[in-house]
């Protein structure tokens, strides 16, 4: 059984950092490519970045490259998104997201099977 369990979100102002986590109760963690997608109302949801299985790969969304990072620590079946010089388009909820396959990592929302409750993170400027 998967389940994805985010937190860390918050207020923050313009230019400062924010670091989400995604814990997963389930046993196969290791071996599932993790992403994070962020939506925002009236918006489709959109990819922002994903780590591969053992956290060799990251790719990201060009808006954010440079600024946030993924990481992961499978010994806590745990993913995280450090998140630094936030700006106010950067508010959104923001999504774990689980793809069993292990292949990618992928960047199409229909690539993913789980996915988290969200987490809402607002930057103000």
């Known amino acids: 059984q998967v389940q994805l369990v985010e937190s860390g979100g918050g207020s923050v102002q313009a230019g400062g950092s924010l670091r989400l986590s995604c814990a997963d109760s389930g046993r196969t963690f290791s071996t599932f490519v993790m992403a994070w997608f962020r939506q925002t109302p009236g918006k489709e949801r959109e990819f922002v970045g994903a780590i591969s299985a053992n956290g060799g790969t990251t790719n990201y969304t060009g808006s954010v490259k440079g600024r946030f990072t993924i990481s992961r620590d499978n010994a806590k079946n745990t993913v995280y998104l450090q998140m630094n010089s936030l700006k106010p388009e950067d508010t959104a909820v923001y999504y774990c997201?689980?793809?069993?396959?292990?292949?990618?990592?992928?960047?199409?929302?229909?690539?993913?099977?789980?996915w988290g409750q969200g987490t809402q993170v607002t930057v103000s400027s």
């Open positions: 997201a689980a793809d069993v396959t292990g292949w990618g990592p992928p960047e199409a929302e229909w690539e993913y099977d789980y």
